[in-house]
């Protein structure tokens, strides 16, 4: 444990550093909202006010790009021989991706409250109660370790940054074909389900309705046994593959 936290306070000041992606986290949230609220808003027709749709749709994706940081560096400390150096000083590979995974953690619920406090200023007005929140943000933080904890794994396999960078595509590509921006009612029936029912459409529904204190059933259970999911294999093939990496 004191390891993983020698390493969480390197690789939050790793990111710290690193002025350019660290903007790019943090100026990207905002320039989504603003984009799909005020570009697409005006043109789809979701039965409520945009913003208040969008919000949860916008939290993920740019905890997809956020996450995606998580790979370039785990790849970074592979080709700058830093690992050997940590290996010598008898730090296994848990701590290393684990320190990773809690600055992607604390980069994206930044990015969160700077999303959450620009959808105030433009007119969002959640109804949840205060359970509702704790809620909605158990799973969003659900949501975020385990795409962390998959970029980990991702960059363990990736040969370059560059490889690893283009972990973002795929994720920020994801919440499009969901209920992130529009109804999946509106989309061609062969994608309707596909959209319904990969995780992302599953965690944006609970966000969704536990922010606006609608019924969700079983939905954020559902959601909650995906990320587990995710989380269990990517933590479980960041093991392996660290062990062939260094081997």
Not at 67 to 76: D, L, R
Not at 99 to 125: K, Q
Not at 142 to 155: H, K, R
Request: charged share 10%; with cysteine.
């Amino acid at each position: 444990m004191s390891d993983a936290l020698i390493m969480s306070g390197r690789a939050l000041r790793m990111s710290r550093r690193n002025v350019d992606a660290l903007i790019t986290a943090l100026a990207l949230p905002v320039m989504l909202l603003l984009i799909f609220v005020y570009f697409f808003g005006g043109a789809i027709d979701t039965g409520t006010r945009y913003v208040t749709y969008v919000v949860p749709g916008v939290l993920l994706l740019c905890a997809g790009f956020g996450s995606s940081n998580t790979a370039i560096a785990v790849v970074e400390d592979l080709k700058t021989g830093i690992i050997d150096r940590f290996r010598s000083l008898d730090i296994g590979g848990a701590p290393v991706l684990a320190g990773h995974v809690v600055a992607s953690a604390a980069r994206n619920l930044i990015a969160t409250a700077l999303v959450f406090a620009l959808a105030f200023a433009i007119g969002f007005r959640p109804d949840a109660t205060l359970a509702g929140w704790f809620a909605a943000l158990g799973v969003l933080l659900a949501f975020i370790l385990a795409l962390s904890w998959l970029s980990a794994a991702v960059g363990l396999l990736a040969k370059s940054p560059e490889a690893a960078g283009g972990f973002t595509f795929f994720v920020s590509f994801l919440p499009y074909p969901s209920s992130a921006f529009v109804k999946t009612e509106d989309m061609p029936s062969w994608l309707q389900g596909f959209a319904e029912n990969q995780p992302i459409s599953q965690v944006i529904e609970s966000l969704r309705g536990l922010l606006l204190g609608r019924p969700v059933g079983w939905t954020p259970w559902i959601a909650l046994a995906w990320c587990t999911g995710i989380l269990l294999a990517s933590v479980a093939a960041s093991a392996w593959l660290f062990r062939r990496r260094t081997a």
